[in-house]
């Protein structure tokens, strides 16, 4: 979609490089599938991409028809009023399960007005949310759960921008942006032949890379119950740095994990009549917040729980917090 707006990504904080790849991509019309582990904002990152789109004057027609070219059946039945629609309005979810049908993406024929219209009629067929999507993003949240036979359905369109589906050709100009993600440490997922792969560029995505950057993130998108001293907020962020870079660990704490210990230290603090974090507060919430967020190697993980694995790591790095004051 060339009327992409190309500025800062504002909604993520960081992630230069991501945010370069991601501008170059989208300026030639690729598809792209960012790939990262969980919790870092790849959804994020596709919203803003949706946010920055041109507001556009469409057809009322549920499919964000251009009035100089119309495209889905309902615009082709009846004669549809125009309204202005912002990019954000046009971002279109799909979530990876093996459930997912190609009926569900690309639409089916609804066998009442089947009855009514004839089996080959345009009025008998109801789209699918790839028609939603038209003139805005298409974002499939992990596409490695996308089921072989949806992977063979989207060929076409990521190719071509056409598509046939049962008795109809239904051909027309697709403009949007297909945006997908993927978490590389997931298992339970489904094979990508190379031939669906060949339609994407691949965008990497990692962690916040300073302390900084992760405390900008937490502290500006979540409530704030009471105050959480900065230094031991920063401690705080800098033991899940730690346990990202603990060799131990084959699955490592996401920012969502950072958020957790931020806000159930704060509810631990309030439920104590606190009105400032302290040690004790993000203490007493560690293992409830990390034991199930992380994947012990197998080397360690038949010698020692991931909740009690937990609790001694942060045994070790709670000196760091001895010299500040458990007091508001």
Do not use: W
């Not at 949240?141 to 063979?152: S, T």
């Not at 957790?260 to 974090?277: D, F």
């Amino acid at each position: 979609m060339k009327q992409l707006i190309v500025n800062e990504f504002k909604d993520i904080l960081g992630q230069k490089e991501t945010k370069n790849q991601v501008k170059s991509a989208l300026l030639v019309g690729r598809n792209i599938v960012i790939v990262g582990p969980p919790g870092i904002g790849k959804t994020t990152l596709a919203k803003n991409i949706a946010k920055l789109l041109p507001k556009l004057e469409v057809n009322n027609c549920g499919y964000n028809c251009l009035p100089s070219r119309p495209v889905c059946p309902v615009c082709s039945n009846s004669k549809q009023k125009k309204k202005t629609t912002k990019g954000s309005e046009r971002f279109v979810r799909l979530q990876g399960s093996p459930d997912l049908t190609v009926e569900d993406i690309m639409g089916d024929i609804d066998p009442i007005k089947a009855l009514e219209f004839g089996a080959t009629s345009l009025k008998a067929f109801t789209p699918g949310k790839i028609f939603k999507a038209n003139n805005g993003v298409l974002f499939f949240d992990e596409l490695n759960r996308c089921p072989e036979k949806l992977q063979n359905a989207l060929l076409q369109v990521l190719e071509e921008k056409k598509m046939t589906i049962g008795g109809y050709d239904v051909d027309f100009d697709l403009d949007f942006i297909f945006i997908g993600t993927m978490n590389p440490e997931d298992t339970s997922t489904e094979p990508l032949s190379d031939v669906f792969m060949d339609r994407f560029d691949i965008v990497y995505m990692s962690y916040p890379e300073t302390v900084e950057a992760e405390k900008s993130i937490v502290v500006e998108n979540c409530a704030k119950l009471v105050n959480f001293p900065d230094q031991l907020l920063d401690l705080t962020i800098k033991f899940i740095h730690n346990l990202r870079a603990d060799e131990n660990l084959e699955k490592k704490p996401s920012v969502r994990a950072t958020i957790g210990l931020y806000e159930r230290a704060q509810a631990n603090a309030k439920l104590n009549k606190n009105e400032s974090v302290t040690y004790q507060d993000i203490k007493d919430t560690v293992v409830s917040v990390l034991s199930h967020r992380i994947r012990l190697k197998p080397s360690k993980k038949y010698l020692t729980k991931p909740e009690e694995y937990i609790k001694r790591e942060f045994g070790e790095f709670s000196d760091s917090f001895e010299n500040l004051s458990d007091g508001p």
